[in-house]
């Protein structure tokens, strides 16, 4: 029912001291479930000192990241954010009165960009020169296509030589990756569309494939459907395919790194990601059984969500030797129940959705010490959180032309 919580029945609240009793009253445990009441840290006891102690402590520090409310569109009921840029500007999906409406935000500001589509429209990635990838049902006769918005002008891509509505992702060249259907005979794959030339990456021995996500240099990661219905995740670069193995890669940043899930013997998804080639699983923090990670910055970061064994879901970020619950970097007074991280900027800036006052939010993180040690503000790894140490990646490139499509 509207304005109801539609969202995971909440944890009982542990027995507790006079002291945190004192600190916890500053919120209201009824928006929100608070960011330090975790599976991990649920008893039927009482709270441990240390576990006061580490709520005490976040209580005195200054939040690692500041996080700012999207908003939503004409009084509705969610928001998801599903992309950002450079910039900080920020796209994705906002239900309205008159339905599902693609979104721009910056600077504070949250525009409608389904306004004059007759129908549903969603934005789902961005790239620096402002440049709006997403999907839009402008017939109701035809279905979905992909669309680019640039500016104030809406572009029917299908009218470019993309078919279909499995766009996925625009670099900063204008290229574009997703899934479509290429030919009659087989099922949708994996392409690649530079200037008004597609590209078909799946190959003729696979059934299906989706590319997700493409960096500045025009390299490709996704995912293929094998004739034996099996996921293989891939990279493309420059006409070379290159199978990563059982998975799905989601994201690949300008060093060539890919991150995506992998499946455990159960058959559960767990992020992780691929450095030259090889893989390495993201440890899942205590209490939760799968992961997925959908987003990598040029500094390694990766951002996702892990899911526990009834469903209920985190935003984390991972920082080359640690998963981090995000709820446990901001001001946990403000009521926010962080659920998935989207996408992350090479300033550390994440953006996703999360809970607040009962509804699905969009969010923006900023972190509040923006040079290369802020992860020093960061806490420290949950105990029986394990460690994956990862050297640095650099890769020195020649700059390459940027081409915007007008």
């Not at 690692?64 to 992309?83: P, S």
């Not at 009218?159 to 992702?169: D, E, Q, Y």
């Not at 004739?227 to 890669?249: C, K, N, T, V």
């Not at 991972?318 to 981090?324: F, G, N, Q």
Request: with cysteine; net charge negative.
């Amino acid at each position: 029912m509207f304005g109801s919580w539609d969202g995971p029945p909440f944890s009982p609240r542990p027995e507790v001291s006079q002291e945190t009793a004192r600190l916890w009253s500053k919120c209201d445990p009824s928006r929100a479930t608070p960011a330090w009441l975790k599976p991990s840290l649920l008893r039927n006891g009482p709270l441990t000192m240390a576990e006061e102690l580490e709520f005490l402590s976040r209580e005195s520090a200054p939040p690692a990241y500041e996080i700012r409310d999207l908003g939503l569109l004409d009084d509705g009921r969610y928001c998801h954010a599903l992309g950002i840029n450079s910039h900080g500007v920020v796209v994705g999906e906002a239900d309205t009165t008159a339905g599902v409406h693609a979104f721009v935000w910056r600077g504070g500001l949250i525009v409608d960009l389904g306004r004059g589509i007759r129908l549903s429209s969603k934005a789902i990635d961005i790239n620096d020169d402002g440049m709006a990838l997403g999907i839009a049902e402008l017939d109701p006769f035809d279905g979905p296509a992909g669309v680019l918005w640039t500016g104030e002008n809406l572009v029917d891509l299908s009218k470019l030589g993309i078919p279909g509505s499995g766009v996925r992702a625009i670099n900063n060249q204008g290229q574009i990756v997703g899934e479509a259907a290429l030919d009659d005979r087989r099922p949708p794959g994996a392409f690649l569309w530079t200037l008004g030339n597609i590209t078909d990456l799946s190959g003729e021995y696979v059934d299906g494939g989706t590319a997700e996500a493409i960096n500045n240099y025009g390299q490709v990661a996704g995912c293929i459907t094998t004739l034996r219905q099996f996921d293989q995740a891939f990279f493309w670069s420059d006409g070379e395919f290159r199978d990563l193995g059982f998975g799905q890669a989601r994201a690949i940043n300008d060093h060539s790194v890919v991150a995506g899930i992998t499946y455990q013997g159960n058959a559960r998804p767990i992020a992780c990601f691929w450095r030259e080639f090889h893989r390495r699983e993201i440890p899942l923090l205590p209490g939760f059984v799968s992961s997925e990670a959908l987003a990598i910055n040029d500094g390694g970061e990766i951002v996702g969500a892990m899911i526990g064994d009834d469903g209920s879901r985190i935003a984390f970020l991972w920082k080359r030797e640690y998963a981090i619950d995000l709820n446990d970097v901001i001001d946990l007074a403000l009521g926010w129940n962080l659920q998935e991280a989207r996408a992350i900027n090479n300033s550390g800036q994440i953006v996703g959705w999360g809970y607040l006052e009962h509804r699905h939010h969009g969010f923006l993180l900023t972190p509040n010490d923006r040079d290369s040690s802020r992860s020093a503000h960061l806490p420290p790894p949950r105990e029986g959180a394990e460690r994956v140490s990862v050297p640095d990646v650099v890769v020195e490139r020649e700059e390459s032309s940027i081409f915007i499509f007008r």
